[in-house]
Each structure stands twice: as C-alpha cells, then as structure tokens.
C-alpha cells in the first residue's frame, strides 16, 4: 500500500525551532515534497528531496534518509506568520506521476 | 507567469444543481491536476491531464464528475447533481518536467470553494 504519515498537530514558541516529521510507505519513490498552507489558502511549495542529505533554504531545511522512508522539515526562527499545515508529499513516477500526499501537520507559533 | 487561477473562488449551489470551474495553469505547463480537500485533510487526487490528454481518473470519483482540458491549456471541472458530500475546496495545480531549475512541483491555484446546501 501507499502510506505517508505525519504528526497531527505540533505547538512552537516564536523564535523557537521546530521539526516536522515525516514517514512514508511507498510503492516507488521518486522524491519528497514538503508544502506549506495556511487556513483557507492553496499548498505552496517549500522544499524538494530525492538524494539523501539535508537541503537548507534560508529558515527551512529538509532532510532525507531514503533507506528509512523517513523526511522531516526543519523551521528555524519561527514567526507566528508560519502558523500553517505542513503537508509532505511523495512523488512516485510510477504512480502515473501523481503525489501521494499526507495528511499535513499543523503548527500553532505562540508568541 | 501570472500564476494558476481559478474561477469562480466561491460557489454556494443547492442539492441537484450542476457546478463548472474553470482553472487557467500557468503557461507552458503540460501538467494539470485536479484536487479536492476537506478541512484537516490534505488534497485528495481527482484526475489529470498531460496536455489535452486525460491520463488518469480516480477511482473515487463518481461519473458525477467530469473534466476536461479541451486545448491542452485552460480546465474545467464539472460536478453533475451536486451532493452535500461534494462540499470541499477544488483545488488545481500545474506543473512542468524538464525544465531547467523545475523539480516538477505543484503550483496551486487558490482553490474553488463549494457550498452545496
């Protein structure tokens, strides 16, 4: 089966860092996404892995251990402007090309 | 790039009426995808299309649903006798493989909201 799971819901100070979870279970991997949305709003995408290591992006970094189907989303410095779902998704292109995607995490910044 | 855009963003429709969204991907994107989402659930595949070509359709979805991509560039999305169960955001995305500095990833429109009373 295709499974991805992710923590329901985390809590952070402002400032703090936080690390968001991610494990999957997949028929074929061809990389991981991790996306971010706020209430009421579209995803936005925020990291992209497929080698395993990590991949830093200004206040977020993502990192993959492919071997343990395993990913998590780093968020440094948190601001209350990241108070958002988390989603990671995983891109198999033997899936038709589709994502299979989590369930999200979402994460309240309290000042 | 002006983005993906979806029209209408809002839609309150009553039980047995007949619903069409229309969504615009970014130019030169092949790819369009189809998503529904449910409030604490993540985007739940509907269908897509590789240019005008309809590759896949969930199996979740009822013959209620249909879309199309007529050009290869603008979508529709249409829900035939809506269900109050067909409340949900509609979202659609669009990508692009091969291009330099494109991992693939999605571009999300900013999402059609349906309300079926």
């Known amino acids: 089966g295709q499974n991805i799971d992710q923590p329901t819901e985390m809590t952070a100070t402002e400032g703090a860092i936080v690390q968001i979870n991610c494990t999957y279970q997949?028929?074929?991997?061809?990389?991981l996404f991790w996306y971010q949305q706020h209430a009421g709003e579209a995803p936005t995408f925020l990291s992209y892995n497929v080698l395993d290591g990590l991949e830093e992006k200004g206040r977020f970094s993502s990192f993959l251990s492919r071997s343990k189907g395993y990913s998590y989303l780093l968020l440094k410095e948190l601001q209350m402007k990241d108070s958002a779902s988390y989603l990671c998704?995983?891109?198999?292109?033997?899936?038709?090309?589709?994502?299979?995607w989590g369930l999200g995490t979402s994460l309240a910044v309290n000042p | 790039d002006t983005g993906v855009s979806q029209d209408p963003r809002h839609k309150i429709t009553k039980r047995g009426q007949n619903v069409t969204f229309r969504c615009d991907p970014i130019?030169?994107?092949?790819?369009l995808y189809w998503y529904r989402q449910t409030l604490g659930q993540g985007p739940e595949f509907l269908t897509y299309?590789?240019?005008?070509?309809?590759?896949?359709k969930s199996r979740l979805l009822s013959d209620r649903f249909s879309a199309e991509r007529p050009k290869g560039s603008f979508s529709t999305l249409e829900i035939q006798r809506t269900e109050q169960g067909d409340s949900a955001m509609y979202l659609c995305a669009s990508s692009v493989l091969g291009r330099q500095g494109s991992y693939g990833e999605l571009f999300f429109g900013e999402g059609s909201r349906l309300t079926v009373l």
């Open positions: 997949t028929s074929g991997f061809n990389g």
């Open positions: 998704a995983v891109y198999n292109a033997g899936n038709n090309r589709k994502l299979i």
């Open positions: 299309f590789q240019n005008e070509a309809q590759l896949e």
């Open positions: 130019s030169e994107h092949n790819r």
